[in-house]
């Protein structure tokens, strides 16, 4: 005898919200505080931790890929992301948090290794944008490759809320990373694809036949 294996209420590749909203919160609001904590340190101690960012197409600053989403030039670096960081973030754990974990594992490596390879010489590239173009950039695409109207909607509003966000992928703007705004942007790019092609994998085991 064969039973349907009943496919699960919710599909969690679709979610526009965290299905555990208070632990999303708290985890996006962990990492923004971590940052706070970080440039504390930076201008209480000696030295410059900033330094620790990445110096381009040097190995010895290759490490700087790890560092500078946690690092930034200053409080008003620091508040310019908070809020993308914030609020990205927890979007992105719509899928839960093992794959936003994913996600932003993808981002910061890709974001990183992108602005070690072109980056400006002689410079040191530090701050979590990438991150939050990164996490934007997901959000905009995952409910295409998902085939989700409700993550379509939510990336149509983010897009009309942040566009003023997408100014920072172009270059000439003294100071601002756009290496890593475009690397990070490719990478949510290819964290939604790989997700959402995982979770299409994932779909014929969930809806398949219990054989008795």
């Known amino acids: 005898m064969s039973t349907p294996i009943p496919a699960q209420e919710t599909d969690a590749a679709k979610r526009v919200l965290p299905p555990r909203p208070k632990a999303a919160a708290l985890v996006a609001l962990s990492f923004t505080l971590l940052l706070y904590l970080v440039e504390l340190v930076d201008v209480i101690l000696p030295g410059d931790l900033d330094q620790g960012g990445i110096h381009s197409r040097e190995l010895s600053g290759l490490d700087g890929v790890l560092f500078a989403p946690v690092l930034h030039a200053g409080w008003s670096h620091l508040f310019a992301n908070t809020v993308p960081v914030l609020l990205f973030s927890f979007?992105?754990?719509?899928?839960?948090?093992?794959?936003?974990?994913?996600?932003?594992?993808?981002?910061?490596?890709?974001?990183?290794?992108?602005?070690?390879?072109?980056?400006?010489?002689?410079?040191?590239?530090?701050?979590?944008?990438?991150?939050?173009?990164?996490?934007?950039?997901?959000?905009?695409?995952?409910?295409?490759?998902?085939?989700?109207?409700?993550?379509?909607?939510?990336?149509?509003?983010?897009?009309?809320?942040?566009?003023?966000?997408?100014?920072g992928l172009l270059p000439g703007n003294p100071g601002v990373s756009w290496q890593g705004h475009v690397f990070g942007a490719l990478a949510g790019v290819l964290a939604a694809w790989l997700t959402s092609r995982r979770s299409r994998k994932a779909a014929p085991a969930a809806t398949g036949n219990l054989e008795v």
């Open 91 to 167: 979007l992105a754990m719509a899928a839960g948090i093992g794959r936003f974990a994913l996600v932003t594992a993808i981002i910061w490596v890709v974001s990183g290794l992108g602005v070690w390879l072109i980056g400006p010489a002689n410079a040191v590239t530090v701050g979590a944008s990438g991150l939050a173009f990164g996490w934007l950039a997901y959000l905009l695409v995952r409910g295409i490759f998902n085939r989700a109207a409700g993550q379509i909607l939510v990336a149509v509003v983010l897009l009309g809320v942040w566009s003023g966000m997408l100014a």
